[in-house]
């Protein structure tokens, strides 16, 4: 849709953000229903990370061109000449995200010169977040 009618979508993301700011809870539940058993643990067990979903949902539901902009970035062109990039880059991605499949990042690995790509299985959107740590580390350049 964002690629043959990007138009469409500014009435879509009106009536999903009048629901997400009604009741960013109930939003919140939907989503959950929807996420890997992998990515529902997390957030059963993590309070801190359910409550910063339910403050997400609020947050993007208040301005409309970020879901917009979200579904155009799926079929444009970036703008940016990921081959130029030279620091090391490494992904975490879950092989059940629906929000940004694996093929997307994959591609973008593919993409950007010894780029390395950490698939978790089982995981979707939300769950990547438990190896936030992992991620950190690496930043940090701590090899273990």
Do not use: C, K
């Not at 469409?8 to 539940?29: F, K």
């Not at 339910?54 to 940016?80: H, K, N, Y």
């Amino acid at each position: 849709m964002a690629r043959r009618a990007p138009g469409a979508l500014g009435p879509l993301a009106a009536q999903q953000a009048s629901h997400t700011i009604q009741d960013p809870e109930n939003s919140v539940r939907q989503i959950v229903a929807s996420l890997p058993d992998y990515d529902r643990a997390l957030l059963q067990e993590s309070r801190a990370v359910y409550e910063g979903l339910v403050e997400t949902q609020r947050e993007g539901s208040r301005r409309l061109e970020g879901p917009i902009e979200d579904a155009i970035a799926f079929v444009r062109p970036w703008g940016v000449d990921f081959s130029s990039i030279r620091t090391p880059i490494r992904l975490w991605h879950g092989d059940r995200d629906e929000t940004a499949p694996l093929r997307l990042a994959r591609i973008l690995a593919d993409s950007i010169p010894g780029a390395e790509i950490t698939v978790i299985p089982g995981a979707g959107h939300v769950g990547t977040l438990r190896h936030l740590p992992e991620a950190v580390r690496y930043l940090l350049g701590d090899p273990s």
